[in-house]
């Protein structure tokens, strides 16, 4: 009988992630089809995939929501989530990498690093997911192995570890030399794979490359180095073992390659996620907060239970709460404690999940991925955990939104149905912000970009919601200071019987950064003698926090301020906490309509791809824009161009790109901060 120890070793949390179009769901496709869980391959052009299961999904032919499947390999149960490549929906990937213990990034063979590549391989790294890298679409024109191995080390800076050299180009890629095992694997038209020597054309080359791999390898890993000082060559059991470890490690990435839609390359994707990605046990054991002390809790079924929510699928039908299992057991009518929200809730199922389909099961344990049913009010990063051992884990962070619309319904007597709608959107996604205006009254949705608001408001009425009326996308401004002030004086006095109020505070308002792009806000004291006591620094602290939700321009949040407290003084009787507070607010409300302010608008950088004939036109187009173009490449027989643009000056870009390049023209986006807006300023 196997212990829950060889059990949590043959377990696997993985996200496949991309750039858009790289073959993301294609992979994972083909990875459900390899692994027996389905029998008929899924194309995403005939919407017949197993994870892109939302209407919208298959009716734009692009990954939305991150979708759990979960099937075995090799001995291994694989928990994968297929993650959105579009920059819109990057808190869906970041909310998915909080849970997972290794992912594989799927790079296009032409284009090798595309923009959103690097988003995600950034949030990858800020989670610490140890990688391996798919270099997909090998059977394209003008693929190209090498130059998508120097894009990734040029552009991501890992150690590339390539493990495969291809078997025949473009329309020839027929399979790949193992350079771990030295042997070849060639697939035909059927899908099935043959495993054989080296062909003798490739030999030579096959040995260069193994000797750059060993060289690389032994390079980064002591064991290593030491047999290949011994022996001047590695075993292939030696090379795997460092393989496994610079990958946990982050200190190299192993590179395999193929084409997912010809089922070329999978198999061996397969075996590499179970030698090189990590299992439960091998991540360090989550760490969360104990009655404010930090806690571990260790990857042992037998442990306090303890996940996080990281996803919630509330529809008319019933509410699901997607949970990572970190620590302890789960079982099917057990109470959990949610300490973030103060309550406890009652599981009424455990699913084990493949998409929109589930398989009930009895309990799950420390390093599953389940969805349970019954869990009323959990959130996204809410924490649920054993009653009786209570821990608080972090949350996922979620990102502000930059665009906003007025929605409304469009019948009166519907406006408490969109408001149920709008409520259920914003519990299943986080960076969806519902609010009301409070000078106009209107219902404002914010999101991360015009594609995910268009999603939202189109679920509303694929969900069976009232006919929704949607304003003009406009941006969210803010307001940052280019000219500060030293030692203003702020005094706050308030006497109207009984005790009063007082707080004297002199500030120092400063820009941040040196440009006025930069975003955040610090706070310094730099008082002495105890003149502004300790609990009252904390106080205006808090107050200058507040005081930064409307600037002097427009009453857009402020961003990119230093503020320091240099001197103040108090009352005997009359300071304290709220008085300071108010000081704070006030005094650094007032320190900004002395300042020299801009207004700042978010903006994106853009790379387009198109026609080397249509490149005057679409520069021209950017030109009105208002966008600073980076520079250009030709890939592929097609010019690249990559620019700043404000965001504001996007919408609609889509369809005037396809007019001005016939429809052959292509472009994405990613947020690049924000910049200073032209005047007259624009203001909301």
């Not at 990498?97 to 800020?126: H, K, Y």
């Not at 999603?455 to 406009?474: F, L, S, Y």
């Not at 857009?556 to 906490?577: A, M, N």
Request: glycine letters at 10%.
């Amino acid at each position: 009988m196997r212990t829950h120890i060889d059990t949590l070793a043959a377990v696997r949390n993985l996200g496949i992630l991309a750039h858009v179009d790289a073959g993301k769901t294609t992979v994972t496709e083909r990875i459900l089809y390899a692994t027996g869980t389905t029998h008929k391959r899924g194309e995403v052009h005939d919407g017949t995939t197993v994870t892109d299961f939302d209407p919208q999904e298959r009716d734009r032919g692009i990954t939305i929501f991150a979708a759990a499947v979960s099937c075995a390999w090799d001995g291994h149960r694989i928990n994968l989530i297929d993650t959105p490549g579009h920059v819109d929906f990057a808190d869906e990937v970041e909310r998915s990498l909080r849970v997972l213990d290794g992912a594989v990034a799927v790079f296009d063979a032409v284009a090798g690093v595309e923009p959103q590549s690097e988003s995600v391989w950034r949030q990858a790294d800020r989670h610490g997911v140890p990688r391996i890298a798919f270099v997909n679409k090998l059977d394209r024109a003008g693929a190209d192995l090498d130059r998508a191995v120097a894009s990734i080390r040029d552009r991501l800076h890992p150690a590339p570890l390539v493990v495969q050299l291809p078997i025949g180009t473009e329309d020839g890629f027929t399979g790949v030399v193992d350079l771990v095992r030295m042997r070849s694997l060639v697939w035909g038209d059927d899908g099935t794979a043959v495993r054989g020597a080296v062909p003798e054309e490739l030999r030579e080359e096959a040995v260069r490359r193994r000797r750059a791999l060993e060289e690389a390898v032994a390079e980064r890993h002591p064991a290593a180095l030491e047999e290949f000082c011994d022996r001047e060559t590695l075993s292939a059991g030696t090379l795997t073992a460092a393989l496994r470890d610079l990958t946990r490690t982050g200190d190299g990435v192993v590179v395999l390659c193929g084409s997912a839609y010809r089922n070329r390359g999978v198999e061996p994707l397969l075996d590499a996620v179970v030698a090189y990605l990590p299992s439960p046990l091998d991540v360090p054991a989550v760490r969360g907060m104990r009655d404010g002390a930090g806690q571990r809790r260790p990857a042992d079924p037998h442990a306090p239970f303890a996940g996080l929510v990281f996803k919630v699928n509330a529809s008319a039908t019933g509410r699901l709460a997607y949970v990572r299992v970190y620590s302890g057991t789960i079982e099917k009518g057990d109470t959990v404690a949610d300490p973030g929200g103060g309550r406890t809730e009652r599981v009424a199922r455990i699913l084990r999940v493949m998409a929109d389909r589930h398989v009930q099961l009895d309990r799950a344990v420390a390093g599953d991925i389940v969805a349970l049913a019954g869990v009323k009010a959990a959130r996204a990063g809410a924490t649920l955990c054993d009653p009786g051992a209570p821990l608080l884990l972090e949350a996922p962070v979620t990102a502000e939104p930059v665009v906003s619309v007025a929605v409304e319904a469009r019948r009166t007597t519907d406006t408490g149905r969109l408001a149920t709608a709008l409520a259920r959107l914003a519990e299943e996604d986080p960076s969806l912000v519902v609010r009301t205006d409070t000078e106009t009254g209107q219902t404002v949705l914010s999101g991360r970009g015009e594609l995910h608001l268009e999603v939202a408001v189109e679920k509303i009425r694929r969900d069976g919601g009232p006919e929704v009326t949607v304003g003009r996308p406009r941006v969210a401004y803010r307001e940052t200071v280019v000219g500060g002030v030293t030692g203003f004086a702020y005094r706050h006095v308030k006497q109207d019987g009984g005790a009063g109020q007082f707080a004297h505070v002199v500030l120092d308002v400063e820009p941040l950064g040196p440009g006025p792009g930069t975003v955040g806000f610090e706070f310094r004291s730099a008082v002495v003698g105890g003149r502004v006591p300790q609990e009252y620094v904390r106080a205006v602290e808090a107050g200058c926090r507040d005081a930064l939700a409307e600037g002097p321009l427009g009453g857009h949040p402020v961003t990119g301020v230093r503020v320091t407290l240099t001197d103040g003084s108090t009352h005997v009787k009359d300071s304290s906490d709220t008085a300071f507070r108010t000081a704070g607010r006030l005094g650094l409300r007032a320190a900004l309509r002395a300042c020299t302010t801009v207004l700042l608008e978010p903006v994106a950088e853009v790379t387009a791809t198109v026609p080397e004939d249509a490149v005057g036109g679409v520069l021209g187009d950017l030109a009105a824009r208002r966008s600073r173009v980076g520079g250009s490449e030709n890939r592929g027989g097609a010019a690249v161009l990559t620019a700043t643009v404000p965001l504001a000056e996007l919408f609609g870009y889509a369809t005037r790109l396809r007019s001005r390049t016939q429809g052959r023209g292509t472009f994405t986006t990613r947020p690049a901060g924000y910049a200073p807006a032209p005047a007259p300023a624009p203001v909301r």
